[in-house]
Protein backbone atom coordinates (compact mmCIF):
# COMPACT_ATOMS: atom_id res chain seq x y z
CA UNK A 1 0.00 0.00 0.00
CA UNK A 2 2.07 2.64 -1.28
CA UNK A 3 2.01 6.21 0.20
CA UNK A 4 2.14 9.66 -1.86
CA UNK A 5 1.84 13.31 -2.50
CA UNK A 6 0.08 15.08 -5.05
CA UNK A 7 2.18 18.69 -5.24
CA UNK A 8 0.12 21.26 -7.48
CA UNK A 9 0.16 24.94 -7.11
CA UNK A 10 0.51 27.65 -9.39
CA UNK A 11 4.08 28.99 -11.37
CA UNK A 12 6.11 30.03 -9.03
CA UNK A 13 4.59 28.25 -5.91
CA UNK A 14 7.72 26.49 -5.08
CA UNK A 15 6.60 23.08 -6.14
CA UNK A 16 10.44 21.56 -6.80
CA UNK A 17 11.88 23.50 -4.13
CA UNK A 18 8.84 21.61 -1.75
CA UNK A 19 9.50 17.93 -3.60
CA UNK A 20 13.07 18.46 -2.52
CA UNK A 21 13.25 19.65 0.39
CA UNK A 22 10.40 17.31 1.69
CA UNK A 23 11.98 14.33 -0.06
CA UNK A 24 15.25 15.49 2.38
CA UNK A 25 13.16 15.61 5.15
CA UNK A 26 11.58 12.47 5.05
CA UNK A 27 14.50 10.23 3.78
CA UNK A 28 16.12 11.62 6.84
CA UNK A 29 13.06 10.21 9.27
CA UNK A 30 14.01 6.73 7.38
CA UNK A 31 10.97 6.74 4.93
CA UNK A 32 11.79 5.39 1.35
CA UNK A 33 11.05 8.61 -0.82
CA UNK A 34 10.90 8.79 -4.33
CA UNK A 35 10.40 11.95 -6.73
CA UNK A 36 8.32 11.97 -10.19
CA UNK A 37 8.81 14.36 -12.40
CA UNK A 38 5.96 14.84 -14.14
CA UNK A 39 5.88 18.47 -15.51
CA UNK A 40 7.39 18.09 -18.99
CA UNK A 41 8.74 21.95 -18.92
CA UNK A 42 10.43 21.39 -15.77
CA UNK A 43 14.63 21.02 -17.25
CA UNK A 44 15.96 21.78 -13.51
CA UNK A 45 15.75 18.88 -11.23
CA UNK A 46 17.21 19.61 -7.56
CA UNK A 47 16.19 16.43 -6.77
CA UNK A 48 16.98 12.45 -7.65
CA UNK A 49 14.37 11.85 -10.10
CA UNK A 50 13.18 8.35 -9.88
CA UNK A 51 10.28 8.95 -12.82
CA UNK A 52 10.90 11.65 -15.46
CA UNK A 53 7.92 12.46 -17.88
CA UNK A 54 10.79 13.94 -19.57
CA UNK A 55 11.71 10.53 -21.15
CA UNK A 56 8.79 10.04 -22.59
CA UNK A 57 7.66 13.52 -24.07
CA UNK A 58 8.39 17.63 -23.04
CA UNK A 59 6.87 20.45 -24.05
CA UNK A 60 9.16 22.02 -26.04
CA UNK A 61 8.86 18.99 -28.68
CA UNK A 62 5.00 19.16 -28.53
CA UNK A 63 5.26 23.13 -29.09
CA UNK A 64 8.22 22.68 -32.36
CA UNK A 65 6.18 19.68 -33.81
CA UNK A 66 2.50 20.33 -33.30
CA UNK A 67 2.54 24.36 -33.31
CA UNK A 68 0.84 24.76 -29.88
CA UNK A 69 1.43 27.57 -27.14
CA UNK A 70 2.85 26.63 -23.95
CA UNK A 71 -0.36 26.35 -22.32
CA UNK A 72 -2.32 23.78 -24.90
CA UNK A 73 1.37 22.09 -25.22
CA UNK A 74 0.92 21.23 -21.64
CA UNK A 75 -2.75 19.94 -21.98
CA UNK A 76 -1.36 17.74 -24.45
CA UNK A 77 1.80 16.67 -22.73
CA UNK A 78 -0.89 15.60 -20.09
CA UNK A 79 -3.32 13.85 -22.24
CA UNK A 80 -0.76 12.45 -23.57
CA UNK A 81 0.33 11.05 -20.15
CA UNK A 82 -2.81 10.19 -19.82
CA UNK A 83 -3.62 7.73 -22.66
CA UNK A 84 0.10 5.96 -22.44
CA UNK A 85 -0.75 5.42 -18.60
CA UNK A 86 0.67 1.66 -19.26
CA UNK A 87 4.39 3.28 -19.43
CA UNK A 88 3.72 5.08 -16.43
CA UNK A 89 2.32 2.14 -14.56
CA UNK A 90 5.45 0.06 -15.13
CA UNK A 91 7.81 2.45 -14.17
CA UNK A 92 5.95 2.73 -10.65
CA UNK A 93 6.27 -0.68 -10.40
CA UNK A 94 9.72 -0.10 -9.98
CA UNK A 95 9.44 1.59 -7.12
CA UNK A 96 7.55 -0.43 -4.99
CA UNK A 97 5.97 0.69 -1.75
CA UNK A 98 8.33 3.84 -1.89
CA UNK A 99 6.57 6.90 -0.69
CA UNK A 100 6.14 8.79 -3.46
CA UNK A 101 6.16 12.67 -4.33
CA UNK A 102 3.87 13.61 -7.13
CA UNK A 103 5.57 16.88 -8.62
CA UNK A 104 3.03 18.18 -11.20
CA UNK A 105 3.58 21.14 -13.38
CA UNK A 106 2.16 24.39 -12.17
CA UNK A 107 -0.57 25.54 -15.13
CA UNK A 108 -3.33 26.25 -13.24
CA UNK A 109 -6.10 24.87 -15.66
CA UNK A 110 -4.96 21.58 -15.28
CA UNK A 111 -6.47 21.45 -11.69
CA UNK A 112 -9.44 23.58 -12.08
CA UNK A 113 -11.35 22.25 -15.34
CA UNK A 114 -9.01 20.16 -17.51
CA UNK A 115 -9.75 16.48 -16.72
CA UNK A 116 -6.54 14.29 -17.46
CA UNK A 117 -4.80 15.13 -14.64
CA UNK A 118 -8.21 13.91 -13.12
CA UNK A 119 -8.01 11.07 -14.28
CA UNK A 120 -4.45 10.23 -14.10
CA UNK A 121 -5.00 10.65 -10.33
CA UNK A 122 -7.88 7.93 -10.06
CA UNK A 123 -5.63 5.42 -11.73
CA UNK A 124 -2.70 5.87 -9.33
CA UNK A 125 -5.71 5.72 -7.03
CA UNK A 126 -7.23 1.96 -8.61
CA UNK A 127 -3.29 1.33 -8.29
CA UNK A 128 -3.98 1.28 -4.51
CA UNK A 129 -1.92 5.01 -4.08
CA UNK A 130 -3.16 6.43 -0.65
CA UNK A 131 -2.75 10.22 -1.92
CA UNK A 132 -3.48 13.77 -0.76
CA UNK A 133 -3.44 16.87 -3.00
CA UNK A 134 -0.95 19.25 -1.27
CA UNK A 135 -2.11 22.81 -3.17
CA UNK A 136 1.05 25.22 -2.65
CA UNK A 137 0.48 28.70 -3.01
CA UNK A 138 2.41 31.62 -2.79
CA UNK A 139 1.77 33.25 0.95
CA UNK A 140 3.02 36.93 -0.41
CA UNK A 141 -1.22 36.69 -2.13
CA UNK A 142 -2.43 37.63 1.64
CA UNK A 143 -0.66 41.02 1.24
CA UNK A 144 -3.26 42.19 -1.34
CA UNK A 145 -7.00 41.82 -0.94
CA UNK A 146 -7.74 41.15 -4.35
CA UNK A 147 -5.06 38.73 -5.07
CA UNK A 148 -6.17 36.88 -1.91
CA UNK A 149 -9.41 36.29 -2.87
CA UNK A 150 -8.04 34.80 -6.17
CA UNK A 151 -6.36 32.10 -4.35
CA UNK A 152 -9.26 31.34 -2.07
CA UNK A 153 -11.61 30.62 -5.38
CA UNK A 154 -8.44 28.72 -7.00
CA UNK A 155 -7.96 26.57 -4.12
CA UNK A 156 -11.99 25.72 -3.79
CA UNK A 157 -12.40 24.84 -7.44
CA UNK A 158 -9.03 22.78 -7.41
CA UNK A 159 -10.74 20.94 -4.30
CA UNK A 160 -13.63 20.14 -6.14
CA UNK A 161 -11.90 19.00 -9.26
CA UNK A 162 -9.86 16.29 -7.79
CA UNK A 163 -11.74 14.87 -5.28
CA UNK A 164 -8.62 13.95 -2.89
CA UNK A 165 -7.99 14.60 0.65
CA UNK A 166 -6.81 17.90 0.15
CA UNK A 167 -4.30 20.48 1.98
CA UNK A 168 -3.52 23.99 0.87
CA UNK A 169 -0.75 25.38 1.98
CA UNK A 170 0.68 28.72 2.34
CA UNK A 171 4.41 28.83 0.86
CA UNK A 172 7.64 30.85 1.68
CA UNK A 173 5.64 32.28 4.38
CA UNK A 174 9.33 33.46 5.80
CA UNK A 175 9.10 36.02 2.64
CA UNK A 176 5.51 36.72 2.96
CA UNK A 177 5.77 40.69 4.68
CA UNK A 178 8.64 41.37 2.16
CA UNK A 179 5.83 42.07 -0.45
CA UNK A 180 3.72 44.36 2.04
CA UNK A 181 2.24 44.13 5.24
CA UNK A 182 -0.93 42.01 6.50
CA UNK A 183 -4.38 43.88 7.09
CA UNK A 184 -5.51 41.31 9.31
CA UNK A 185 -3.49 38.95 11.66
CA UNK A 186 -2.53 35.59 9.83
CA UNK A 187 -4.99 33.25 11.46
CA UNK A 188 -7.77 35.56 9.41
CA UNK A 189 -6.09 34.03 5.75
CA UNK A 190 -5.42 30.94 7.50
CA UNK A 191 -8.33 29.98 8.88
CA UNK A 192 -10.21 32.40 6.21
CA UNK A 193 -12.44 34.07 8.63
CA UNK A 194 -15.42 36.84 7.96
CA UNK A 195 -14.72 37.83 4.58
CA UNK A 196 -16.71 40.95 5.03
CA UNK A 197 -13.64 42.77 7.16
CA UNK A 198 -11.55 42.19 3.44
CA UNK A 199 -14.96 43.46 1.62
CA UNK A 200 -13.95 46.59 3.17
CA UNK A 201 -10.45 46.92 1.91
CA UNK A 202 -11.55 46.08 -1.61
CA UNK A 203 -13.77 49.08 -1.55
CA UNK A 204 -11.00 51.07 -0.71
CA UNK A 205 -9.61 50.29 -3.89
CA UNK A 206 -10.17 52.62 -7.08
CA UNK A 207 -10.47 49.48 -9.06
CA UNK A 208 -11.72 46.66 -6.97
CA UNK A 209 -14.42 49.16 -5.95
CA UNK A 210 -15.81 48.66 -9.36
CA UNK A 211 -17.04 45.54 -9.28
CA UNK A 212 -18.44 45.86 -5.16
CA UNK A 213 -21.17 43.47 -5.96
CA UNK A 214 -18.99 41.13 -7.79
CA UNK A 215 -16.11 40.73 -5.07
CA UNK A 216 -19.39 40.37 -2.61
CA UNK A 217 -20.87 37.14 -4.49
CA UNK A 218 -17.23 35.74 -4.65
CA UNK A 219 -16.69 36.38 -0.84
CA UNK A 220 -20.51 34.96 -0.57
CA UNK A 221 -19.43 31.71 -2.66
CA UNK A 222 -16.12 30.93 -0.90
CA UNK A 223 -17.95 31.13 2.78
CA UNK A 224 -21.10 28.86 1.09
CA UNK A 225 -18.73 25.97 0.85
CA UNK A 226 -16.77 27.20 3.99
CA UNK A 227 -13.82 24.37 2.53
CA UNK A 228 -11.05 26.23 2.16
CA UNK A 229 -8.41 26.77 5.08
CA UNK A 230 -4.43 26.84 4.43
CA UNK A 231 -1.37 25.22 6.52
CA UNK A 232 1.55 27.56 6.51
CA UNK A 233 5.10 26.40 5.45
CA UNK A 234 8.51 27.62 5.10
CA UNK A 235 10.47 24.52 3.76
CA UNK A 236 13.92 25.50 5.12
CA UNK A 237 12.75 25.63 8.75
CA UNK A 238 12.40 21.68 10.11
CA UNK A 239 9.88 22.64 12.53
CA UNK A 240 7.48 24.17 9.86
CA UNK A 241 7.96 20.97 7.66
CA UNK A 242 7.28 18.62 10.46
CA UNK A 243 4.44 20.23 11.51
CA UNK A 244 2.87 19.70 8.47
CA UNK A 245 4.09 16.34 7.40
CA UNK A 246 1.69 15.65 11.02
CA UNK A 247 -0.80 16.92 9.33
CA UNK A 248 -0.05 15.37 5.75
CA UNK A 249 0.48 11.93 7.02
CA UNK A 250 -3.08 12.58 8.94
CA UNK A 251 -4.89 12.90 5.61
CA UNK A 252 -3.01 9.94 3.35
CA UNK A 253 -3.65 7.57 6.12
CA UNK A 254 -0.35 7.66 6.76
CA UNK A 255 -0.01 8.11 10.35
CA UNK A 256 -2.68 5.19 11.14
CA UNK A 257 0.30 2.75 9.76
CA UNK A 258 -0.34 -0.47 8.18
CA UNK A 259 -4.07 -1.27 8.39
CA UNK A 260 -3.77 -4.83 9.73
CA UNK A 261 -5.68 -6.79 12.60
CA UNK A 262 -4.28 -6.11 16.30
CA UNK A 263 -2.32 -3.16 15.33
CA UNK A 264 -2.77 -1.11 18.70
CA UNK A 265 -0.37 1.40 16.87
CA UNK A 266 -3.38 2.68 15.00
CA UNK A 267 -5.85 4.20 17.50
CA UNK A 268 -2.56 5.92 19.21
CA UNK A 269 -1.36 7.30 16.39
CA UNK A 270 -4.56 8.77 15.36
CA UNK A 271 -5.21 9.62 19.07
CA UNK A 272 -1.51 12.02 18.62
CA UNK A 273 -1.48 13.32 15.22
CA UNK A 274 -1.40 17.04 15.33
CA UNK A 275 -3.35 19.09 13.08
CA UNK A 276 -3.02 22.90 13.07
CA UNK A 277 -4.12 24.83 15.91
CA UNK A 278 -4.99 28.52 16.74
CA UNK A 279 -1.96 28.81 18.58
CA UNK A 280 0.35 27.25 15.97
CA UNK A 281 -0.96 30.03 13.80
CA UNK A 282 0.20 32.33 16.23
CA UNK A 283 3.50 31.02 16.70
CA UNK A 284 4.27 31.20 12.97
CA UNK A 285 3.40 34.81 13.06
CA UNK A 286 5.64 35.14 16.37
CA UNK A 287 8.42 33.76 14.30
CA UNK A 288 8.28 34.97 10.67
CA UNK A 289 6.56 38.61 11.08
CA UNK A 290 6.27 40.14 14.40
CA UNK A 291 9.69 39.17 16.07
CA UNK A 292 11.96 37.52 12.83
CA UNK A 293 15.00 39.27 14.06
CA UNK A 294 14.87 38.26 17.56
CA UNK A 295 14.05 34.53 16.68
CA UNK A 296 17.06 34.52 13.87
CA UNK A 297 19.17 35.55 16.81
CA UNK A 298 18.03 33.07 19.43
CA UNK A 299 18.15 30.26 17.12
CA UNK A 300 21.99 31.46 15.57
CA UNK A 301 23.05 31.62 19.17
CA UNK A 302 21.02 28.02 19.61
CA UNK A 303 23.24 26.38 16.61
CA UNK A 304 26.40 27.98 18.35
CA UNK A 305 26.06 26.63 21.32
CA UNK A 306 25.28 23.09 20.05
CA UNK A 307 28.46 23.59 18.21
CA UNK A 308 30.79 24.09 20.69
CA UNK A 309 29.29 21.16 23.22
CA UNK A 310 30.07 18.99 20.00
CA UNK A 311 33.94 20.65 19.74
CA UNK A 312 33.80 19.50 23.52
CA UNK A 313 33.11 15.73 22.75
CA UNK A 314 34.92 15.46 19.79
CA UNK A 315 38.16 16.40 22.33
Not at 302 to 309: D, I, L, R, S, V
Amino acid sequence: MPFGQVVIGPPGSGKTTYCNGMHQFLNATGRKVSVVNLDPANDFLPYPCAINISDLITLQDVMEELKLGPNGGMMYCMEFLEKNFDWFEEKLKSLGDNYILFDFPGQVELFTHHNSVKNIIERLQKLNYRLVTIHLVDAHYCTDPTKYISILLISLKTMLQIELPHINVLSKVDLMESYGKLAFNLDFYTEVQDLSYLLQHLDEDPFASKFKELNKALCGLIEDFNLVGFNTLCIEDKNSVLKLVQVIDKANGYVFGGLTEGNESIMLAAMGANTTTLSDILEVQERWLNSREDYDEWELKQQQMEQAQKNVKAK
